[in-house]
């Protein structure tokens, strides 16, 4: 049969993943406007907002672990990055490093150091099952990349575990733009391993040093 949806009284109807469900409104809602409430807020509706920007490739990271958790993919990722965002200045700032776009049981894979075929095209080559952990060779490899500047992420198509290469082409506009990377796969029931962070470079740069956490993107015209 059909579901309550609007509000009633202190009793609010709506639909959830093809569930009706009922909830009660509070009795009495304080609206507390300290310094530090104000910032809590800003800052969570921060990180809904940066949750947002990622919400296609949360659906592929996340749906699964989300699903078991009972929540959405944005929530469950506010949830289990919640340690990773603080306000600066006002400024929502991200530890990237840190940050995880997917969770789950799948075995992963051990990426290599990127490789440019052009300046906007990374090619990454992974060990196919480095944990020798039971794993299907049809298994999908994504790469995901954010790039701060423009505030936006971008992944690559599904590269099957056994092809051992990711390819992701990226918007030419972030060539010489500062860009991260990560990976993670996701098998045929959905669910996915845990994301790993591969690094960080200018995007069609060389540099000639490499610092933590930094990547240099080189170029490997023989993959071309």
């Not at 299907?136 to 056994?162: G, N």
Request: charged residues 25%.
């Amino acid at each position: 049969g059909g579901g309550f949806s609007g509000r009633l009284g202190a009793t609010v109807g709506y639909n959830w993943r093809g569930r009706w469900c009922v909830r009660s409104l509070p009795a009495d809602f304080k609206d507390a406007r300290t310094d530090a409430q104000l910032r809590q807020r800003q800052l969570f509706r921060e990180m809904v907002r940066f949750a947002g920007r990622a919400k296609r490739i949360l659906a592929l990271g996340l749906e699964a672990a989300s699903r078991n958790a009972g929540v959405t993919p944005s929530n469950y990722f506010i949830r289990i990055n919640k340690g990773c965002f603080a306000l600066q200045d006002g400024e929502l700032a991200v530890d990237l490093p840190e940050l995880r776009l997917s969770d789950g049981p799948v075995a992963p894979v051990a990426f290599d150091a990127p490789q440019l075929l052009d300046a906007a095209t990374i090619s990454v080559a992974f060990e196919k099952n480095p944990l020798h952990r039971n794993c299907s060779q049809d298994d999908e490899v994504y790469l995901v990349a954010y790039c701060p500047e423009y505030k936006d992420f971008d992944f690559s198509d599904p590269a099957s575990r056994r092809r051992k290469q990711a390819v992701l082409q990226l918007n030419e506009a972030w060539v010489g733009k500062e860009v991260h990377l990560w990976g993670f796969v996701v098998d045929r029931a959905g669910r996915a391993s845990q994301s790993l962070y591969i690094g960080s470079g200018i995007l069609g740069d060389f540099p000639t040093e490499q610092e933590d956490n930094n990547i240099d993107f080189q170029t490997d015209y023989a993959d071309a």
